[in-house]
């Protein structure tokens, strides 16, 4: 047995005297739902994932949802949880009830906790400050400092996470703490406001026997405080099924049964399959489900008959008008100013601990640079002869340039996808809003941006002995960096993996190559695509460059050739705050696009 298996063992053994889960009473509610149907695609070409769909979620109990894949099992966990929102190609209708009061479940879902599958938590993250930050940004305004405190390190001991509270959670990159560790604490964040209602998606998912055992042992102790517990789950053991106090068993979208689980067999045996002796309840029905198509078990009778809807009583179009995002209650510019706070000190903690992704950044850009001014050595020295070739001197700023702007856009447009599934989760449960996540994070970018950009001038600028301002250089390559990374946050936020993100890299910078002037002159361009420079921040970071570098540093032997270059690159020198206007104007733009994109996907996902 391994440490971590050993540990919890232990924790499950002190688990019968610890204090309650709830740091106050907490009055579960009666939630029930009938005539629920789902129905997604357009035209001819839809689906019924949920057909004529019925049960109840009983308060101090916990409901295990369960079914064969496709049976729709997480598919009305969502729906109950108000996950799902109607749109073009996603139609819901029924009645859904919260204690005997009909309720839209899109309009209602801060009210209910929701713990996704995956563990979509901040690796350099501890248990505490993920459950502190949750804290800190879910519970009412009135609650002090203290207060909070003590509610995170009760829920660290009611969790048993407390021994391994200040470890780091850990993920890909690095080990942290265990897989039953880590499915605790997402638990943890969602209850940190005692929820009366609590949804989890395959919770034991990922976890050996022992842990998923002790798992839902914590599930029910969370019931018998009170709450309302439901979760989908796939195929339990016999040991997990049987701390279930009710099941709700689907079956390509339809009831098979729902009730307690001491009278689900009778049931079953009742409908002709019986459960054999020494069998686990859980795979006898799950494969008695199986065996038979949906028709042969309609004639078997294993469907449970939805209840009767009064006649002429209409249905309810679950979460027309909602809004998929429900904000907090109380001053919103205070809100709004604390969740910028604590967004932008997590992600300060988060680079300063994610030391390895640091290294790499920055020692790619000194190692290239350093190259590069290796490479192009004294080419800004009038007195070289390798000087004499202007297009030396300007081939060297213009590849510099061009790894000022990959040296942003790579790192951001692959970090951001590990990233999303945190900000889904959070987002989706109000934590915070989008424009407050994208601020926060933009002072930390801008610090990591001036980082690279100060090692690239201190390489290039002296190793190619450069003559323009030095400030304006700096100001370029700054601005370059942060509007290359607008793009590449873009991607982020449009797609969900790296290896998408890194497919359509080329196809949005490639082209800024083409209007660099360097590898064309711009007069050469068709005059019908030049106005395509105008979007390409390195254009006009290399205009800013060329009037400093080439202008009034250009001797009077050398100013023909100056003025050569300028013109064909169409630089105008009277244009330096367009060009510096248009660089601010292209990072507002992208960064805004890049708000909606991720709103948008955040929508559509959760």
Known sequence: MTSAAKDDVGRVMMEEGREGIFSEPVRGKLLTWQHLNYEVGSGDKTFKVLKDNFGSLQPGKVTALMG???????????????????????????EIKLDGESIDPVENRTKFAYVMQDDALLPTATPREALTFSAALRMRKEISIEERDARVNQLLVSLGIDDCADTLIGGLLFTGISGGQRKRTSVGVDLVTNP????????????????????????????DSGATVACTIHQPSSEVFDLFDQVVLLRSGRVVYQGGVPEMNAFFAAGGAP????????????????????????????????????????????????????????????????????????????????????????GVTFFLNLLIGLI???????????????????????????????????PVATEFPFQRPVFLREYSSSTYTAVAYFLARFPLELLLA??????????????????????????????????????ATILGCALSDVKSVTEYIPPLFVPQLLFSGFFIRIDDIPVWLRWAQWLCSLK???????LTEFTNECDDAERPQCIQLRENNDVESDLLGVYIGCLIALIVIFRTIALFVLVDKSKSVY
Request: a neutral charge; hydrophobic letters at 50%; aromatic letters at 10%.
């Open 68 to 94: 064969p894949s496709g049976a729709g099992k997480s598919s009305l966990l969502n729906v109950l949880a108000g996950r799902i929102a109607p749109s073009s190609t996603a139609r819901i209708t029924g």
């Open 196 to 223: 009366s209602t609590i949804f989890l998606d395959e919770p034991t998912s990922g976890l050996d026997a022992f842990s998923a055992h002790a798992l839902v042992k914590l599930l029910k102790r969370i019931g």
């Open 275 to 362: 459960l054999p002796m020494n069998f686990n309840p859980a795979d006898h029905v799950m494969f008695v489900m199986q065996q038979q198509d949906e028709a042969e078990m309609d004639k078997a009778g294993l469907f449970m008959p939805a209840p009767a809807n009064p006649v002429g009583r209409p249905l309810m179009s679950i979460g027309a008008g909602s809004s998929a995002n429900v904000l907090h209650e109380g001053n919103p510019i205070a809100k709004f100013l604390k969740e910028s706070q604590w967004l932008a000190l997590r992600e300060l903690r988060n680079a300063y601990r994610n030391t390895g992704a640091l290294q790499f950044r920055f």
């Open 376 to 410: 192009f050595f004294n080419a800004g020295d009038q007195n070289n002869e390798f000087a004499d070739n202007l297009n030396n001197h300007f081939g060297g700023i213009t590849i510099v340039s061009i790894i000022v702007m990959f040296g942003s856009a790579l």
């Open 450 to 487: 001036l980082g690279q950009v100060l090692i690239t001038l201190i390489l290039a600028y002296f190793l190619i002995d450069l003559r323009g301002n030095f400030a304006f250089y700096l100001l370029a390559y700054w601005m370059l960096n942060v509007a290359a990374a607008s793009v």
């Open 540 to 546: 006009h970071a290399l205009n800013i460059i060329v």
